[in-house]
């Protein structure tokens, strides 16, 4: 279980605090008006910022003086992160291992996650002959080879249209929420949180309020959350 005990975050005049828990398996979108600090607390999170007060604890453990390649997070970001001079394979090895080394059980493994994402197949080619959608699928494929408990997304499917951005957000439930793994996921596009979420993080005026189960809070919102959905 993610919780956050106490935690205080500041860059320069902002400020964020947030202490709560969230359970196993949730799938959470953290939303909330531009500059309320959903990405600072995603940051928070992963270990790339480190709080002024208060500590990340994952199932007991405290994670706040672990470095971010440490902890048992994997991170999606929206320009994917893949490497354009490696091929899909390379980089997917780069998720299993620093130096990307490849051998026969990890072309195993990787050849599995890449038929489970759709890109059977595919492993050959580098990030510039995939499709937009291709290279989310692919970016998809290392998040679940890495195998970590917490995955954090922040605006992974931005780049893509509403189609195929609606068919990633399913794919990314299928496969991550479906195995157990518990996801956080920014997203400017409140569409996204009512597609997958379960609960929502409301960030606004220095505070990440605690998860909230999205059926009830989208059906009433509160006036923070009525403006960022448009209401
Ligand atoms: N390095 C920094 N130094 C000082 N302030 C910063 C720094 N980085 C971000 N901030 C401020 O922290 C606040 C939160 O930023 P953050 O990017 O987390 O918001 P956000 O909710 O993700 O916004 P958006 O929806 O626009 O992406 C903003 O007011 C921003 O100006």
């Not at 992963?46 to 672990?66: K, M, Q």
């Not at 993080?201 to 309020?209: E, I, K, P, Y």
Request: proline share 7%.
């Amino acid at each position: 279980m993610l919780r956050l005990d106490g935690l205080e975050i500041r860059q320069g005049e902002f400020s964020l605090s947030a202490d709560w828990a969230l359970e196993d398996g949730a799938v959470c979108a953290v939303m909330g008006p531009s500059g309320g600090g959903k990405s600072t607390l995603l940051a928070t999170i992963a270990g790339f910022l480190a709080p002024s007060a208060g500590r990340v604890v994952w199932d007991g453990r405290d994670l706040t003086p672990i470095a971010p390649a440490g902890r048992p997070i994997s991170i999606l970001f929206q320009d994917n992160n893949l490497f354009p001079h490696l091929t899909v394979e390379r980089n997917l090895a780069l998720g299993l291992d620093p130096r990307g080394r490849l051998d026969a059980a990890r072309r195993h493994a990787i050849g599995a996650v890449l038929e489970r994402v759709g890109l059977t197949g595919m492993a050959a080619r580098k990030p510039a002959a995939l499709s937009g959608g291709q290279q989310s699928r692919a970016a998809l494929a290392r998040v679940l080879l890495m195998d970590r408990a917490l995955v954090l997304l922040d605006e992974p499917f931005a780049a893509l249209g509403p189609g195929l951005r609606a068919e990633m957000l399913d794919l990314a439930r299928e496969v991550l929420a479906g195995e157990g793994r518990t996801v956080l996921m920014v997203s400017h596009a409140p569409e996204d949180a009512t597609r997958i979420a379960s609960h929502i993080v409301l960030v606004d005026a220095g505070r990440a309020a605690p998860p909230q189960a999205a059926g009830p809070l989208l059906a009433d919102p509160p006036p923070a959350l009525r403006a960022y959905l448009g209401r």
